[in-house]
C-alpha cells in the first residue's frame, strides 16, 4: 500500500508513536519501476507461482465474487452526432448487493459515468451541466496512523461518539457541488481543458469543444476543480472516453471490449452494530513528522472494479479486450491474473497499448506484475482460450500481506472449446515512431526542469526551476552534475504554489523535454502528468540525494545517476510517469494541439489539491515574441537530457 502527505494538521489528533522516519520509509518503497523485480519461478506445467502467499485481508461481512460487473453505458458521437449533454446528478448507486444504497455524485446519474466513444478527427461539442442540488455525499476524517485507518471502515465507537484521536475534517460537509470537467489526455485548446478555477455551480453549463485530433486511445473525464478535485472524484464523477482510429480497425481487435475503472474507496459503519452503512467515508491517517503531524492521503479497505465491490465477469474461451483505468485518489496497484490455486496467468496476456495510443508490438506484463498508477491506463488483451474453466481473480500484489484484501474481481471461464482463431498482429502501429535524441527529436527543442520535495512542515511540493550560471546560496537551490558533460549545473525554484508566478512558457508546435527530479529525500511517488501533450519516457535515472530537509536545497551537487532499462510499454506514448523517490525520469512531447493557459501535476489526487499543480502557458511563435513576462522561457537544448 502506498501512502502520501498531505494537508494541513486537522483538530484533536495528537501525536503518536509510529515515526515519521518508519511511515516516510514505507513511502520511499516506491512503485518497482525502475528496480530490479522479485520475478515468480516457473512449475512443471510452466505456470508462474503466485507472488507470497498471505492471509487475504477482511471481507468486512460482504461476499466475494457475489455481483456481476457492471458495464457503463455508451454514447457514440458516430454519424451526425456533434453535440452531446451531460448532466451531473445525485444518484444512489448498489457497490454491493449486500449493502445499502451509496449517494454519490455522478455523469447522468450513473458511477462511473458513460463511456463516451468517439472516431478521431470527429470534433464533438459536450455541454456538461451541474445539476447537482445536494453538498458532497461523504464523511471526511482523520485518524492517528497506528490506527491503520486506510484499512477498516467506520470511526466512531459503540456510543456514536468519534474514535480516539479521530477527528471530522473541517469544512468538507459544507462543500457544494462546485463542479469542472476535464478530458484527461486530450490535447484541447485552453479553453476546453477544464481550467481548475473555471469552476460552476448548480444551474451552469460548461461547453466544451473536443476537436479528438489524436490517435486511437483510451481517455478519461474527471472533475478537476481547484483544491477539490480529490473529493469530487471520490464523490464518482469519472469515466472514461474512447477514440478510434483506422490503424485500430484494421488491427480487427477482439470485439469483447470491456472497461475496467478501477477504484478504492472506504465505507461508514453503524456504530451501534458495526454493520456498513454504504456512506462514502474519506479516512486518511495523520503521520507524525517533526513536532507536528500531518494528514496523509487517501487509500482504502474496498477496491471497486465500474463501480462495483468485488464484481465477477462471466466469460467464453476467447480473446477478450479489456481498457484498464486506474482512476483511485492514490492507489497504486501490481495486478496480476491469479488461480484458485495460487498460479499466476499472465502469460495469457498481451499489453497492446498505454495512455495515449497503441504500443508499436504487443509487450508482456512484467516480472511481478503490472504497475498501475493514479490515471494510467493500459490496453489488454486476455486469452482466455487456454483457461478454460477456471476461477481467476485480478489481484494486487502491493495489499498480499493484507490487511486490504488483495482480490479486486473474479473472471469465469466457461469450460468449453471455442472457435477463435485470433493472433496478435506483430505489429499493432505502423504510424509508432521511438522519440530519440538526434534522429526524431528536433535538435532545437526547450527544456522544462521540475523538482519534485519535502517541505519543512511534511508535505511534497513541486517546483518550477530555472537554470542559473552559478550558487547564489540561500534556500531552494538543486544542483546536479551532469552525467554527459561531468558540469556542476545549478537551478532555483521559481514557484511552487499553484497561483505563484508561471514559469513554463512553451511556444505552439515545439517539443519540450520535461524533467523530473524527485530529490526527496524522503516520501512518496508522484505519477506526473502533463495536459496538452502526448509523450514518451527518455530515460529514468536512479541517484542518491543530498536534498537537506531544513534548508531546503542540496547540500552538494548530486552525482552517480544510473540509467535503469525502461520497461517495453514504457516506450509507449503516455501522458502520466511515475517518478520515484531518488530518480530522475524525463519525457518528450510535441505541443502541437491547443493554446493557452494550462497544468501539469501530480496525479495522486491529495498531492494535486494540496500544492502540486503549476500551470504553464504554450503561445503562438508569432504572439509569443510580444508577450512580456517574468521568468526565464525554456528554449534551450543541452547533452544533460539525452538518454
Not at 468486512?60 to 456481476?68: I, V
Not at 477527528?167 to 477544464?194: F, K, M, Q, R, Y
Not at 479516512?283 to 503531524?293: E, N, S
Not at 503549476?614 to 504572439?623: L, S
Amino acid at each position: 500500500m502506498v501512502e502520501d502527505i498531505r494537508g494541513d494538521r486537522g483538530p484533536g489528533v495528537t501525536r503518536r508513536v509510529v515515526t515519521a522516519g518508519a511511515f516516510f520509509g514505507a513511502l520511499a518503497l516506491g512503485t518497482g519501476i525502475g528496480r530490479t523485480p522479485t520475478g515468480a519461478a516457473a512449475s512443471p506445467a510452466g505456470v508462474a507461482e503466485a507472488p507470497d502467499a498471505a492471509p487475504a485481508g477482511p471481507n468486512w461481512g460482504l461476499t466475494k465474487f457475489l455481483d456481476p460487473l457492471r458495464i457503463p453505458s455508451v454514447i457514440r458521437a458516430a454519424g451526425s452526432l456533434t453535440e452531446a449533454k451531460i448532466n451531473l446528478t445525485g444518484a444512489q448507486v448498489q457497490l454491493h448487493s449486500q449493502l445499502p444504497p451509496t449517494t454519490v455524485w455522478a455523469y447522468n446519474g450513473q458511477y462511473p459515468g458513460p463511456t463516451i466513444d468517439v472516431p478521431s478527427g470527429k470534433d464533438l461539442r459536450v455541454s456538461w451541466t451541474n445539476n447537482i442540488a445536494t453538498r458532497i455525499p461523504l464523511v471526511a476524517v482523520q485518524a492517528p496512523a497506528p490506527a491503520n485507518p486506510t484499512a477498516s471502515p467506520g470511526y466512531r465507537d459503540p456510543g456514536g461518539a468519534l474514535r480516539p484521536g479521530h477527528s471530522i475534517i473541517e469544512g468538507v460537509a459544507d462543500l457544494p457541488s462546485w463542479t469542472v470537467t476535464h478530458l484527461h489526455g486530450a490535447p484541447n485548446n485552453g479553453g476546453s481543458d477544464g481550467w481548475p478555477h473555471n469552476g460552476g455551480l448548480i444551474g451552469t453549463s460548461q461547453v466544451s469543444q473536443y476537436p479528438n485530433l489524436q490517435p486511437s486511445a483510451a481517455l478519461f473525464y474527471h472533475d478537476h476543480a481547484m483544491a477539490i478535485t480529490r473529493y469530487n472524484v471520490h464523490a464518482g464523477l469519472v469515466g472514461m472516453y474512447l477514440i478510434r482510429d483506422a490503424e485500430e480497425k484494421a488491427l480487427a481487435l477482439p470485439t469483447r471490449e470491456v472497461p475496467l475503472i478501477l477504484c478504492d474507496r472506504n465505507l461508514d459503519t453503524d456504530p451501534a452494530t458495526g454493520a456498513l452503512t454504504g456512506q462514502l467515508l474519506f479516512k486518511i491517517p495523520a503521520v507524525p513528522f517533526g513536532d507536528h503531524v500531518v494528514p496523509a492521503g487517501f487509500t482504502g479497505p474496498f477496491n471497486t472494479v465500474n463501480g462495483v465491490i468485488w464484481p465477477y465477469l462471466n466469460v467464453e474461451a476467447r480473446w477478450y479486450r479489456f481498457r484498464l483505468l486506474n482512476a483511485s485518489n492514490g492507489r497504486i496497484y501490481t495486478l496480476n491474473v491469479v488461480d484458485e490455486n495460487g498460479n499466476v496467468h499472465n502469460d495469457a496476456i498481451r499489453l497492446i497499448g498505454t495512455d495515449a495510443g497503441l504500443l508499436p508490438a504487443a509487450a508482456p506484463v512484467p516480472a511481478g506484475g503490472l504497475v498501475v498508477a493514479p490515471a494510467e491506463r493500459f490496453d489488454v488483451l486476455i486469452d482466455f482460450r487456454q483457461l478454460k474453466g477456471l476461477r481467476l481473480r485480478l489481484t494486487d500484489a502491493r495489499t498480499a500481506g493484507g490487511p486490504t484484501d488483495p482480490d479486486l474481481m473474479q473472471f469465469r471461464v466457461e469450460d468449453r472449446t471455442r472457435l477463435d482463431n485470433y493472433t496478435v498482429p506483430a505489429v499493432l502501429s505502423p504510424s509508432y515512431y521511438r522519440v530519440e535524441h538526434g534522429r526524431t527529436l528536433p535538435e532545437d527543442h526547450d527544456h522544462v526542469w521540475v523538482a519534485l520535495v519535502m517541505n519543512q512542515q511534511g508535505h511534497p511540493e513541486m517546483w518550477d526551476l530555472e537554470e542559473l550560471a552559478s550558487d547564489p546560496g540561500g534556500p531552494g537551490i538543486i544542483q546536479i552534475t551532469d552525467p554527459e558533460t561531468g558540469a556542476t549545473r545549478t537551478f532555483r525554484k521559481l514557484g511552487a504554489l499553484f497561483d505563484d508566478t508561471v514559469g513554463i512558457y512553451i511556444n505552439h508546435n515545439r517539443w519540450a523535454v520535461w524533467n523530473f527530479i524527485h530529490v526527496g529525500p524522503i516520501g512518496p511517488v508522484h505519477p506526473m502528468h502533463i495536459h496538452l501533450t502526448r509523450f514518451q519516457a527518455m530515460f529514468r535515472r536512479n541517484f542518491t540525494t543530498t536534498y537537506d530537509i531544513p534548508t531546503a536545497r542540496t547540500t552538494a551537487p548530486i552525482t552517480g545517476f544510473t540509467d535503469v532499462p525502461l520497461e517495453k510499454y514504457e516506450e509507449g506514448w503516455k501522458d502520466t510517469v511515475l517518478v520515484n523517490r531518488g530518480q530522475w525520469v524525463a519525457v518528450a512531447g510535441k505541443f502541437d494541439g491547443g493554446t493557452g493557459q494550462f497544468v501539469y501535476h501530480c496525479h495522486t489526487l491529495d498531492h494535486e489539491d494540496d500544492g502540486m499543480m503549476r500551470p504553464f502557458v504554450v503561445h503562438p511563435a508569432e504572439v509569443a515574441r510580444f508577450h512580456a513576462h517574468s521568468g526565464p522561457g525554456h528554449h534551450e537544448h543541452g547533452a544533460a537530457a539525452k538518454g
